[in-house]
Nanobody, 125 residues
Framework: QVQLVQSGGGLVQPGGSLKLPCVGT????????IGWFRQAPGKEREGVSC????????YYADSVKGRFTISRDNAKNTVYLQMNSLKPEDTAVYYCATDPTCEYYDDHEMWLGFWGQGTQVTVSS
């Protein structure tokens, strides 16, 4: 079955870290840019980060720059979002998605490919 499978969410204290994997099943992630998005209760879904397929270029929202790192392991058909120095405002459901490029990484409505099922991240003491 062709899908993106997510895991790795949970409850973490402020200042803590989490690493979210996004695994492609039934197809190769290699030709795709992979984006991470998040949606907090009552808010629009926002782009967090993206990694391109062509040269591995990475992009980050200003709110996570310097704290989050996106990476891809093509051998494992997996893209990761490493989240450090987490803040309560990072609390959201996180989604990964595919697209040909990262051009619209900050606009979820432009991402018409596959989406993961989402994983909850809660940052609270």
């Amino acid at each position: 079955q062709v899908q993106l499978v997510q895991s790795g969410g949970g409850l973490v204290q402020p200042g803590g870290s989490l690493k979210l994997p996004c695994v492609g099943t039934g197809f190769s992630l290699g030709p795709y840019a992979i984006g991470w998005f998040r949606q907090a209760p009552g808010k629009e879904r926002e782009g967090v980060s993206c990694i391109s397929a062509s040269d591995g270029s990475t992009y980050y929202a200003d709110s996570v720059k310097g704290r989050f790192t996106i990476s891809r392991d093509n051998a494992k058909n997996t893209v990761y979002l490493q989240m450090n120095s987490l803040k309560p405002e990072d609390t959201a459901v996180y989604y990964c998605a595919t697209d040909p490029t990262c051009e619209y990484y900050d606009d979820h409505e432009m991402w018409l490919g596959f989406w993961g099922q989402g994983t909850q991240v809660t940052v609270s003491s």
